[in-house]
């Protein structure tokens, strides 16, 4: 049955994300709602948090925040859109990835068109954020039920359907830009800057007055419009049409592209965008006794660079970004968290002096390791898929032992891994110094750097589990669980769970260095665990059969 339709077979390879992402998110929400009499149960508990809202304004805006659906709207509303992590993986590679393993000739030796391949695909692809949208209402709704009567399952059913249709946008996106680019990560990593940007862009409207304009291009603006957790609120119907009406122009015109093309190839571009030299020979070629050819190390440098220039960007922006609101924040939250020490601990800023510009800005700095783990978990795919593809095996025909091209490749991402630091660090600094907020640099130093570690722990397990599984499997499980370790560190200590069940996060082991200085014996922990990995990484791949 799975087998009899290009659709059938296409969901039945999403239903493992389906599953992951739908009811991890939906138990996720269904946890968060049950567990908010802890954080809402008094009087003064509401009243502190009503007057913490405005100060942090930039993030999401404050609505009815001491009720549960408002509440849970305003901190975790925003963050909840790591969902579109899965569909801009999918979709940049629905077309280009098959290209690339050579089965969309296969397909398309049936009696089928490119259209009619590329529609039930896409078909297959809205009907697993459907269903995944609609795991996370009904979840979210059995974790509303049990402390407001205000969240009904039509509400929660929205709730959804709103995520569902903010997923499908960048997934669109994503498609759309694969019909530029020759590989499907560069499609997927320069749509997840979008989502980036798209963030940011929605906030400035919060931060900076009169700019309301900007934010409206931004589709995460249209996201926000529906509140239907919120009492007295409701889903904004005219917002959700504007994010359908973007998926299906983005995935019209990805396919309307993909119908025009050469398999294998890519949209030809204008001849003003062209390089004058780069159409005599085909993208992927590398000119002979090139310096990317000298190692394995050297090779990986190159294949990481233009990723690693795209997402430093992205990483050192939100940095500097993150400076800017605090310095436009600093003034309002001070006099807020003045003398209530249940703001502080609401703000967990870690137990540092919150008069401090450090303390305010360390509790948004919980989002650069997110980020710098997410560029490993690309680069992990990277390396997965080159075995899928067969790549590996090209290279190991050459005198190359298995444990040096691991190696080689593990080192080339170490290096990208600390120049994206290195350059958010100098950012930061120059940032704070040109705005005037000072800060002590060495705990800048700790905050920046003490990122490594964990992006190269993700990776090693990325490694690891490429050992066993298929490229899209791996990235999906290995993304999911980088979200569930934020939403641990993110949500558990404001919900007060215990010490051991906030460990089993890695962000846990960050702790708040902008405020505390390096937390040594954390990363020391965090560096072994990273080794471990890579060691049985590197054990595993040594003996496996290639592309077994």
Do not use: C
Request: glycine letters at 10%.
């Amino acid at each position: 049955m799975w087998l009899s339709s290009i659709y059938l077979k296409s969901l039945r390879g999403f239903r493992v994300p389906i599953l992951g992402w739908g009811l991890g998110l939906g138990v996720l929400m269904a946890v968060v709602l049950a567990a908010l009499p802890t954080v809402l149960g008094t009087p003064e508990a509401r009243a502190a948090v009503v007057a913490l809202g405005p100060s942090f304004a930039w993030f999401s805006e404050p609505i009815k925040i001491d009720t549960p659906g408002g509440y849970a709207t305003w901190k975790y509303g925003l963050t909840i859109l790591v969902v579109a992590i899965w569909p801009i993986l999918a979709e940049s590679a629905m077309l280009r990835g098959e290209e690339d393993r050579g089965s969309m000739d296969v397909l398309l030796s049936l009696p089928r068109n490119r259209t009619r391949v590329a529609l039930e695909q896409i078909a297959a692809m809205w009907t697993a954020l459907l269903i995944m949208g609609l795991l996370i209402g009904l979840l979210t709704f059995a974790g509303g039920a049990k402390v407001s009567s205000d969240i009904s399952l039509s509400a929660a059913i929205l709730f959804g359907l709103n995520i569902a249709l903010i997923a499908g946008v960048f997934g669109a996106v994503a498609l759309l830009v694969s019909q530029f680019t020759q590989e499907r990560r560069t499609a997927a990593g320069v749509t997840a800057g979008l989502l980036m940007v798209s963030v940011v862009v929605d906030m400035v409207h919060r931060v900076v007055p009169h700019t309301q304009w900007l934010s409206q291009l931004s589709p995460v603006y249209y996201f926000n419009l529906s509140k239907p957790l919120i009492s007295g609120y409701s889903a904004n119907g005219g917002a959700m049409l504007a994010l359908l009406a973007i998926s299906a122009l983005s995935s019209g015109a990805g396919l309307w592209l993909f119908a025009r093309r050469d398999i294998g190839g890519v949209v030809a571009r204008p001849r003003f965008f062209r390089s004058g030299r780069g159409g005599s020979r085909p993208t992927r070629a590398v000119v002979q006794g090139a310096w990317s050819l000298r190692s394995v190390y050297a090779r990986g440098l190159a294949m990481v660079a233009v990723p690693a220039a795209w997402w430093t960007l992205a990483i050192a922006g939100f940095a500097g970004w993150m400076i800017v609101v605090d310095k436009q924040t600093e003034a309002n939250l001070r006099t807020v968290l003045q003398g209530s020490s249940l703001l502080r601990n609401f703000v967990n800023l870690g137990g540092g002096d919150v008069a401090t510009n450090a303390a305010i800005l360390g509790a948004l700095f919980i989002f650069m390791p997110v980020m710098l783990m997410a560029f490993a978990v690309t680069q992990a795919n990277r390396w997965s898929a080159d075995e899928d593809d067969g790549r590996l095996e090209v290279l190991l025909s050459t005198p190359q032992s298995r444990l040096g091209v691991l190696l080689g490749r593990f080192a080339a991402l170490s290096t990208a891994t600390v120049f994206i630091s290195v350059v958010t660090l100098v950012v930061t600094v120059v940032v704070s110094s040109a705005t005037g907020l000072p800060l002590d640099a060495g705990h800048v130093a700790a905050a920046t750097l003490s990122m490594i570690p964990l992006g190269l722990l993700v990776a090693a397990i990325g490694y690891l589990l490429s050992g066993w599984l298929r490229a899209a499997v791996e990235t999906g499980l290995l993304s999911f669980v980088l979200v569930i370790w934020f939403f641990i560190s993110y949500i558990g200590p404001s919900l007060h769970w215990p010490d051991a069940a906030l460990r089993l996060s890695a962000f846990y082991y960050y702790g708040t260095p902008l405020v505390n200085g390096l937390p040594l014996f954390d990363t020391v922990v965090v560096v072994l665990a990273g080794a471990v990995a890579l060691g049985l990484a590197s054990l595993r791949f040594v003996r496996k059969d290639i592309a077994a």
